[in-house]
């Protein structure tokens, strides 16, 4: 059974060529890679879409509703003899969802029970609107492995958080490891401190 694969890539496409050609080499099981997409014009990763015949587009960040067109989806899917099934519903622009057009812009995190948060960055970092004492005078995040200098702010995903492989998916393990471990003892001795105050 085959699968459609649309790469998201905002540098070179050096890992997206190897993708390619692995697809080419009949070395990703029933993966097609479908489209090739980057929200940076310039990028390298667009310019394999004609080495390799696959649909490539930019996707300007601030463009709402941006996508292949229908056309090419349609001409990559008779090029390539896939058998896909036809799916009339997934042409159908649906109305913004609520979070979208009524977002909750403040939010007491203790009232609402939220004692976790997973921040997933995207291509582009922007620490801004975090106000926490966890940047250095250049808005690099302060870190140890991970563990920022503010109490209960971690940081994983990010290029050589602690070895080359930290920015990607095969190699982000590590560090996420490294960060469970650590708010596991800090939870322990949270819970050690409760009980001594009783």
């Known amino acids: ?3 459609p694969v649309v790469i ?4 070179r496409g050096s890992n997206a060529e190897a993708l390619l050609k692995a697809e080419q080499n009949r070395k990703l099981g029933g993966a097609q890679i479908a ?3 980057s ?5 390298g990763i667009l310019e394999l879409g004609t080495r390799f015949s696959v649909p490539a587009l930019y996707l300007d960040p601030g463009q709402k509703g941006a996508r292949l067109s229908e056309a090419a989806e349609d001409a990559y899917i008779e090029r390539n003899g896939l058998d896909l099934p036809q799916e009339p519903d997934a042409r159908n622009v649906l109305p913004d969802p609520d979070c979208m057009t009524n977002p909750i812009l403040e939010l007491d ?4 029970g939220i ?18 004492d966890a940047f250095d005078e250049k808005g690099k995040p302060q870190h140890q492995r991970g563990v920022s200098s503010e109490p209960g702010v971690y ?10 492989g930290s920015a990607f998916i095969w190699g982000v393990w590590h560090d996420a490891k490294h960060i469970a471990g650590h708010i596991a003892t800090q939870r322990t001795y949270s ?3 409760d009980a001594s105050q009783r």
Not at 8 to 11: C, E
Not at 118 to 123: E, I, N, Y
Not at 155 to 164: E, I, K, M, N, P
């Open 8 to 11: 998201l890539g905002s540098g």
């Open 35 to 37: 489209a090739l997409v």
């Open 39 to 43: 929200d940076q014009p310039e990028a």
């Open 155 to 164: 940081f994983v995903g990010q290029a050589w958080l602690s070895r080359r």
């Open 115 to 132: 004692t976790s948060i997973v921040w997933a960055t995207g291509f582009a970092l922007d620490y801004s609107w975090l106000n926490v």
């Open 191 to 193: 819970a050690y401190h």
């Open 1 to 3: 059974m085959s699968f």
């Open 109 to 112: 995190l203790g009232e609402a």
